[in-house]
């Protein structure tokens, strides 16, 4: 069901100390999906082992926002794979143009971690995208291939499958983004998908998942979700209210 399920998740970012958290999933956990969504949930690190806890056995796939490329070591303030192995998750959320912009995320530093997290058994979930300045200057497409070659560079074939990849146009983020249209996003993920089957072959570039996010609502997500190249959609504050999410999730594939 995963490779040809609609994946609908939410970072929780910094929001949702310990106490919200464990009480989120908690509600999520006792929620029916639709069969053909894959539902995921990423919350802070003061949360992950809670929040993995409480949603054992659910359908809803856990996922940390970020880590560290090496198991161990004098890295203070950072988090390895295997810490997050450690509490559960399965997913690792990498290369977030928040990450890009404030902490010094190259696209050298997501590799290393999207290999790392594979070693672990973890699926990193790798975003992409282009700044407002890319987009007007009409260089999005090289922008995506240029991310999107080098985070999977030495992925083995076997391994690229494993791998989500969420387009986030760093214009359509955060509150002040604005929804792209959808002859855009269709173009993009269309172009997306040209380049993985190109480095990885047909079958294996053609099993990636590519998710759209960037002022994804419940009015907007399925017109998304409905496009050949889209599989699903990676939301920010519209899903992070448990109710909303739940409903987003149903409205793609009503």
Not at 145 to 160: D, M, T
Not at 221 to 226: E, G, M, T
Request: aromatic share 8%.
């Amino acid at each position: 069901m995963e490779r040809d399920a609609t994946w609908v998740g939410t970072s929780w970012k910094m929001n949702k100390g310990p106490s919200a958290a464990a009480e989120a999933a908690d509600r999520l956990a006792r929620l029916s999906f639709p069969a053909t969504i894959q539902p995921f949930v990423i919350p802070p690190f003061t949360s992950l082992k809670d929040v993995c806890d409480n949603l054992s056995g659910s359908r809803v796939i856990v996922g940390a926002q970020n880590m560290h490329w090496e198991d161990s070591g004098a890295w203070t303030g950072e988090i390895s794979p295997v810490m997050i192995s450690e509490c559960g998750a399965e997913l690792v959320e990498i290369g977030h143009s928040e990450r890009r912009t404030h902490f010094g995320e190259t696209d050298w530093i997501v590799n290393l971690k999207v290999h790392s997290a594979l070693h672990h058994g973890l699926r990193p979930l790798v975003c992409i995208g282009d700044t407002a300045k890319e987009y007007s200057h009409d260089v999005t497409l090289e922008t995506l291939a240029r991310q999107l070659k080098i985070a999977l560079h030495g992925v083995s074939e076997q391994n690229i499958p494993r791998v989500l990849i969420a387009y986030e146009p760093v214009w359509a983020i955060g509150a002040g983004g604005r929804p792209a249209d959808v002859p855009f996003i269709d173009k993009a993920h269309n172009h997306l998908r040209s380049v993985l089957i190109n480095l990885a072959g047909l079958e294996a570039g053609s099993a990636v998942r590519l998710l759209y996010g960037g002022s994804v609502t419940q009015d907007n997500a399925a017109s998304y979700s409905r496009l050949q190249n889209v599989n699903g959609v990676f939301v920010g504050r519209a899903a992070w209210n448990v109710d909303h999410f739940h409903a987003l999730a149903e409205g793609v594939v009503a």
